[in-house]
């Protein structure tokens, strides 16, 4: 039997009237890397602004997938100032050619040296050599330790060189624990560490939440506030700590007795302005008048209402002066003889 052919279409079976496919659109590497809003550089900063710009873009250039080539046209638009000068001083001592090969290895290398220089490297790779935990926590440590590693990355380029480093700079407790246990990994150390320093921290004793000081509970519901200080008594308090018991009641009644014409603060009587004598009620002085009943017609000294008073026994103004003393009384004002005629 003859074979059978192959019915279906062969690869070079194609029809004439097939379209080519489009052409690809070229890639403008330029517009799709200042779309990710790279940071710039101007070398005017700290040293460790170099490295973390560097980084900053080579994170921006692995998501591109871009090429030397790509990296150093891109790189380009992010010196700015005195990086941007510096660098077009460095491209004047090359040649076209070392210019056109020059890749970003290269350039890393001549940035680093120019802005951060190896004074600065050794003395931050001695800092991680010394590093120790001392006060700071095992979060805190760790993550200077991480920040310091790149300083020294021949101490650390292997997971048992970083955990040896790491055991060495914590504190003697924790250090000790781990050392008896067997050959862990930098990871394994850092969560043993962390749950040992959460075991040493002391309990939280729990306490009853305290009250404001401007209010206390008693009992059924309601609240009063707090005493008052011993500094800020009353200035009716003032002087009782040493009274005996049975001096406190009568003097402090006495203390706040009103006497006439005094007013609640304790004050006296205004003088008179006329002929400042302290008396109660308007000043009779010039009216004519008598100045024990403020009739008209005759003297103090010949009042009837005066003479009254004595024929019943009470003791007239002049008896009762030294009580007034004694009492705290204001003193009547002095009684004026007017002047008298010549006697015929």
Known sequence: MPPRRNQGRNFDDRREDTPPPPPQPERRIEELFLRQNPPEFSGTGNPQEAEDWVRALERIFKFLRCNDQERMLCM??????SADYWWEARQKTLTPEQIENYTWEQFKTTLFEKYMPRSYRKQREAEFANLKQGKKSVAEYDREFCDLSRFAPQKVDTDEKMSELFCAGLRQDIRVVLASQAALSYTEALNRALDMELAMQPEKVLQAPALPLTQTKIPGGQQKAPPAQSG????EDRGQGNRKPW???GQQQQGKQQYPGQSSGQQRTPPCAKYNKMHLGVCKDGLNVCYNCGQAGHYSSHCPSKQQEMARGKPDASSAQPLRA????????QQQRQPQGPQK
């Open 247 to 249: 001096q406190g009641q």
């Open 76 to 81: 380009s638009f992010q010196l700015t100032g």
């Open 232 to 235: 800020k008594r009353k200035w």
């Open 326 to 333: 004694i009492m705290g009384y204001p003193q009547p004002p």
